[in-house]
């Protein structure tokens, strides 16, 4: 089963049990779901209405854990520490997988520096196996780990929530990426037209090319023929 499946299985059963939860229940089962390793996705479970009622309560603190592993990191959480509940191990974890999620949606080249940097780890060895046992195995990115240059380069990497806004972002680009293509296929039909009429023009002068070979050939053949003719021509005994 692959992580995308197993994770829709996982996501379709918390939102059963989410949905026909009280707000006092709500925050066990949120705790739950950012603590379960193989769960990286809660915009399903953030969008019930029983769970968005959290907000302005005294459970509300959950509300703002969920959303925080919805679309923020582990240095979002260091800066809020104080106002969210304290981590579990397990929690901690999640979220540092995370945030190399984050990362890798606008770079697809991470130096070692900055992963150590929001990641909080203090050495290379330390970097190296997290990305190893606890990104790459979890199948949440496929990545290569380059020591000389020190960076960890990362060609696919699983998507996380959508933030607020960013939607409206991916549309615009996707309406712009359109644009482009349309562009382009005109001009490549363009460059196809214009290829196929120099095609017809070169076949033309070929053609022509051909037939005044043909006429030359022809002239020289009666030519070679009337100097060769036997009219007049007395042979000797």
Partial sequence: ???????AEIIDQLVKRASTCKSEALGPLIIEATSHPSLFAFSEILALPNVAQL???????????????AHGTWGDYKCNATRLPHLSPDQILKLKQLTVLTL???????????????????NV????????????????????????????EVPFAAGRDLRPGQL???????????????NLLISIQDKIKWADNMSEMDKKHRKEAEEGVEEVKKSL????SRAWSPIGFTFPY
């Fill in 1 to 7: 089963m692959d992580i995308e499946q197993k994770q």
């Fill in 55 to 69: 907000e302005g309560t005294t459970d509300s603190v959950y509300l703002d854990l969920l959303r925080l592993f």
């Fill in 104 to 122: 890798a949606e606008s770079n697809k080249v991470l130096p070692y520096d900055t992963l150590m940097v929001e990641l909080d780890v203090s």
């Fill in 125 to 152: 060895r330390e970097l190296e196996d997290f990305l190893i046992n606890e990104c790459m195995y979890a199948g949440i990115v496929r990545g290569k780990l380059d020591q000389l240059k020190r960076c960890f």
């Fill in 168 to 182: 409206g972002n991916m549309l615009h680009t996707l309406s712009n990426w359109l644009n482009t293509s349309e």
């Fill in 221 to 224: 053949s009666m030519k070679v």
